[in-house]
């Protein structure tokens, strides 16, 4: 779905680094999510936000933190990296306005390495 | 929390058979079930999704079940293609939630052709 992107796609770095993943969203949905990917976990969610002053810790939250800069914008930051935080990222939205709250659509994904 | 199983973690079957994927749920407060399909490389998808006041929904060669009482939902997939391919996940949720999906561990189906 290109309604949803995200940058950037595959990001090589060190531990101890701050990394910032950036989402953004051309669909006008107001809930946006943030999930990580990891063989045999399925996808887990780390953080999500129902509008721009709502932001609300997922299943694993803990060395991460998040920022909705806009409604079509959400940001997720490692503040310093490690190694098993290397894994595949994705953003979703969905847009509670329509009835359809629990329907969410994916951005492409971030793959991130941490060495 | 809630918590969601899937089971079997691989599947494999021959082009045309029926392949069925199976989701357990811990909370008997979620009401929501959807399914998503990833190819390879690709993002997630929903290809269909059920909610607690249904017992089967149907799309042409796809279905889902849902048992309250037992806190099971089950996909299947009927004559199944090589397009068929990909990892299917399961998530589970409640609408106070708003959306926050719980999801299963996802089954790699192969279909040979």
């Known amino acids: 779905d290109a309604d949803v992107t995200q940058t950037p796609r595959n990001r090589i770095t060190k531990t101890g680094k701050r990394i910032m993943l950036e989402c953004s969203q051309t669909?006008?949905?107001?809930?946006m999510y943030w999930y990580r990917q990891d063989p045999g976990l399925g996808l887990r969610l780390i953080y999500y936000?129902?509008?721009?002053?709502?932001?609300n810790k997922g299943e694993i939250s803990d060395g991460y933190s998040v920022s909705r800069q806009a409604q079509a914008k959400f940001s997720l930051s490692l503040e310093s990296a490690i190694p098993n935080q290397t894994a595949l990222y994705f953003c979703?939205?969905?847009?509670?306005?329509?009835?359809?709250?629990?329907?969410?659509?994916f951005g492409p994904g971030t793959r991130l390495t941490v060495l | 929390g809630e918590n969601v199983e899937q089971h079997p973690s691989t599947l494999s079957v021959q082009e045309g058979d029926s392949a069925v994927i199976k989701c357990t749920y811990s909370?008997?407060?979620?009401?929501?079930f959807p399914w998503y399909k990833q190819e390879l490389g690709k993002r997630p998808q929903l290809i269909i999704d059920?909610?607690?006041?249904?017992g089967e929904k149907k799309d042409q060669r796809i279905a889902v079940t849902l048992n309250k009482t037992a806190k099971h939902f089950s996909l299947h997939i009927t004559e199944t293609q090589p397009e068929d391919s990909a990892v299917y996940f399961c998530?589970?949720?409640?609408?106070?939630?708003?959306?926050?999906?719980?999801f299963g561990q996802g089954t790699e189906l192969s279909v040979k052709p």
């Open positions: 979703a939205t969905s847009d509670s306005r329509l009835g359809k709250t629990d329907t969410q659509y």
């Open positions: 669909k006008g949905h107001d809930r």
């Open positions: 936000s129902f509008d721009v002053k709502d932001i």
């Open positions: 909370d008997s407060a979620s009401n929501y």
């Open positions: 059920i909610r607690s006041n249904v």
């Open positions: 998530a589970a949720s409640k609408d106070n939630q708003g959306g926050k999906l719980i």
